[in-house]
């Protein structure tokens, strides 16, 4: 049975204090949803995180945590995701620095360790694509060597279907290639304006979202999170909210 979450990320600038999370978090179990993913919400403490979310009967279930957090602060973090009952502990994006042919290769020596220590614990490091991933190294796809780098206990993906769109990927390939180590998926869809790709709330544009979720179910996928990054001058609360209508009944 899989979840329907929403990104906090959507919704990042109505998040930076308690009073906005609190309302924003309402409108997020008002529209239905059952979870959230914390994403640059404001300093507000672990704790009080998880009150609030609890409050309004939202499960956390995955972060984007600072990945310097995650290399250098790594028992903290943990204990952090304890307090909010969160197994999955993200890293959004690649820090620039790995991001090239002469440093990829650094990214695994780096974060074994503390993906070793998270997985102790009883979580899972995650990490979450863009379309940088899927340019080629040395003859290699960055998302094929991150795959390779770890083991599937050490390294969980958050596939965001957009972001593997818009590199080029097949979706639905790329979550059977990562079967099993895809518990949470970003699910955000893609539009034509003009001549230029954009974000659009899931099933309003060009995605295949019932071959999407058909195989995020037989692929192992636990939490689907919706998630627009630009919601094109949209409110986007309304854009969570026409996201979740148009998958009611879909997954």
Known sequence: MMTLGAQLFTLREYTQTEKDLDFSLAQVKEMGYETVQLSAIGPIAPQRVRELCDKHGLQIVLTHTSPDRILNDTEAVIAEHDLMGCDYIGIGMMPKKYASPHWLSHFAGDYREAAKKIAAAGKLLMYHNHNVEFQKFGGKLVMETLMESFAPDELGFTLDTYWVQMGGGDVC????????????????????????????????????????????KSCGVKHLLVEQDDCQGESPFACLATSFRNLQGKY
């Open 173 to 216: 390939g790329w979550m059977e290639k990562l079967s099993g180590r895809i518990p949470c998926i970003h699910l955000k869809d893609m539009a034509v304006k003009g001549w230029e790709p954009v974000m659009a709330p899931v099933m309003e544009g060009n995605l295949d979202f019932d071959k999407i979720l058909a195989t995020a």
